[in-house]
């Protein structure tokens, strides 16, 4: 049995979720160090919807081109470490965009 599309529509929930819930944190924490940056609170307000669009455009768009890597699956348990793999790897850039950024 292959359980490719159960892969792939997990690798997307998880993946979508973690990525609208860091960027609603960002948005959220980030609007307090952008105001005190720029001393002017449309400006900042501003900058932080760009920063919050751009972060969804590059983390989406990732997402989606890794639906295709590890795309086969014959096993529940094959399909578990896909998408923890997939997830996985999500995850790091999520945390080393952030941390660059």
Do not use: C, P
């Not at 960027?23 to 449309?42: C, I, M, P």
């Not at 997402?63 to 999500?90: D, N, Q």
């Amino acid at each position: 049995m292959d359980y490719s599309v159960a892969n792939h529509l997990i690798y997307l929930g998880i993946s979508i979720a973690v990525t609208i819930w860091v960027a609603q944190t960002l948005h959220k924490n980030g609007r307090v160090f952008l105001v005190d940056a720029f001393r002017r609170e449309d400006l900042a307000d501003s900058v932080n919807h760009l920063l919050v669009v751009g972060f969804y455009l590059v983390n989406i768009g990732f997402v989606a081109l890794g639906v295709r890597i590890w795309a086969h699956a014959e096993t529940m348990s094959g399909v578990i470490e896909a998408v923890s793999t997939k997830v996985g790897v999500v995850l790091l850039v999520l945390g080393m965009m952030h941390f660059f950024n």
